[in-house]
């Protein structure tokens, strides 16, 4: 009897789990739905496009400049590992490959860097600009409670950054690991994804009450909506959109939840898709 109370109760609960994770994702494909559709709208595409532009172009200069030395750089310390350092002098064949290996993981840890830049950019200059626009012709309904200001948005965007260089260089050890680094800057990508573009959705349509609350009643889905723009940015051509595109998902995400917050018509309801 308790046996079969316990598969009940376990059976019910991975229903719940279940309905739950379905929710997420329909909202989460809406909002990049949206998005995409977003980007036919006067003025939106040009703020997706040059973020990255300029991102790309200042880590080209600096990988440029700058690449020898850091080569050096990660073999003199892996270099300081003693028994790296007693392997790379007894092995040409074992040095070459740490060698190798050092350059790819520095070329691959330069995508996430691009990202983070656009992101940066994005998040301080091009989404507000495509907030505007956006909220204009999609969510006139919602009143402007301004719960955000430009410097806050600034702050946020710094500070999210900041934290996740801290994560990628206290990460980078197991950058060494082939696949492990991609899966920590998937995961790293998309934490900052969350907390820089989930203050800058908000920021003129929440109040200071609902801005914090709605994050965090969201948490998971944001995180979700996080991981996919994340992908987004290892996909060549794509990951030059990938940051706007992502603040704008970020938007349609959260104003969409901030209406039914406050009882408008959503998007199964009287707003157009």
Partial sequence: MRRATIRRVGRAHATIIEKVINVVMKDILRAYARAVKSLTERGVLWHLIWPSLAAALVWLVLGIVFWQPMVDGVMGWIGSWDWAAQHMNTSELGAAAVLVLVKITLAVLFLPMVYVTAALVVAVVALPMMLEKVAV?????????????????????????????????????????????????????????????????????????????????????????????????????????????????????????????????????????
Avoid: Q
Avoid at 176 to 182: A, E, K, T, Y
């Fill in 137 to 273: 012709t999609r969510y006139s309904d919602l009143e402007m409670r301004k719960g955000g200001t430009v410097t806050g948005s600034a702050i946020n965007a710094v500070v999210a950054v900041l934290l996740f260089l801290v994560g990628i260089v206290v990460s980078l050890p197991f950058w060494l690991i082939p696949g492990v680094g991609l899966v920590v800057s998937i995961l790293l990508t998309a934490w900052m994804n969350k907390k820089a573009f989930g203050y800058d959705a908000l920021m003129l349509h929440g109040d200071r009450e609902e801005m914090p609350r709605l994050r965090k009643r969201y948490s998971a889905g944001l995180l979700g909506l996080g991981v996919g723009c994340a992908l987004l940015a290892y996909v060549p051509v794509l990951n030059l959109f990938a940051p706007a595109f992502c603040g704008l998902a970020y938007v349609h995400y959260l104003l969409e939840a901030l209406r039914r917050e406050r009882g408008g018509p959503t998007m199964n309801g009287a707003m157009p898709a």
